[in-house]
């Protein structure tokens, strides 16, 4: 069975979402949004280590907060945040040990399914790399600098890409060198993998797995949270 390193960026700031707080460090219900968002992972047999990439004066918090989520032989992990994401997914990449498959999944995404990163997984290890997301259900318009309308893609051929993204280590972090070596920097992950030339399938996920990044996005977040303890 492959071992999983989940590396979760969680150094952003709270400016979008107006709080003072960094988005991660928000209350969701019972706990933290990096709290929740850890628990979708920690439950997995091949989950081996979790690196967290957060700032020097948050690292510690972060621990005691993911320690406890975590089976005894799970590894984790803390490195700096670097200056763009990209910056702290190489350094977090770089700690990385035994594992043979890299997960990156946004701190702020509590949603994502463990059966959706258990899929993404092994299409990962089949094609080298894995991305969650969803078909885009509106039309996409192509502007030029005027904003005048260039072109229409095929919304058939269009997805909305997610996180977890998951990739053999190896393609990953040749991607990552060669990003860096390059001075490139990418929209996510798999911009990086593809453009060093390796081969990434979408797999399908759930609209649930949103990413919370505004005021309205955590009021749709607690309203989730509330439901499902309600249900509980």
């Known amino acids: 069975m492959h071992k999983l390193a989940v590396i979760i960026p969680a150094a952003g700031s709270g400016s979008r979402m107006q709080k003072e707080t960094p988005k991660p460090f928000l209350q969701l219900g ?14 997995l047999d091949c989950l081996s280590e979790v690196v967290i990439a957060a700032p020097d004066a948050l690292r510690e918090r972060a621990f005691d907060m993911i320690r406890p989520l975590l089976a005894k032989n799970v590894e984790l992990h803390g490195v700096k945040g670097g200056r763009e994401r990209q910056d702290s997914i190489y350094n977090a990449l770089r700690q990385v040990g035994k594992a043979d498959l890299v997960a990156v999944h946004d701190a702020v995404r509590p949603f994502v399914r463990p059966k959706h990163i258990v899929q993404c997984c092994d299409v990962a290890e089949q094609w080298g790399g894995a991305v969650l997301g969803v078909r885009a259900k ?13 072109e229409t893609p095929d919304r058939s051929y269009l997805w909305q890409a997610q996180t977890p993204q998951i990739f053999r280590r190896d393609i990953l972090l040749d991607a990552y060198e060669k990003a860096h ?15 060093a030339g390796h081969k990434v399938k979408m797999v399908l996920g759930s609209r649930d797995n949103f990413k919370i990044t505004y005021p309205f996005d955590l009021k749709v977040a607690r309203m989730k949270i509330n439901e499902t303890e309600m249900r509980a």
């Open 138 to 150: 509106d039309t996409i318009k192509r502007t030029n600098e005027q904003g005048i309308i260039v």
């Open 181 to 195: 070596r390059e001075g490139f920097i990418g929209t996510d992950d798999a911009s990086l993998v593809e453009r």
């Open 30 to 43: 019972d706990a933290t949004i990096l709290e929740h968002t850890m628990r979708r992972f920690s439950g």
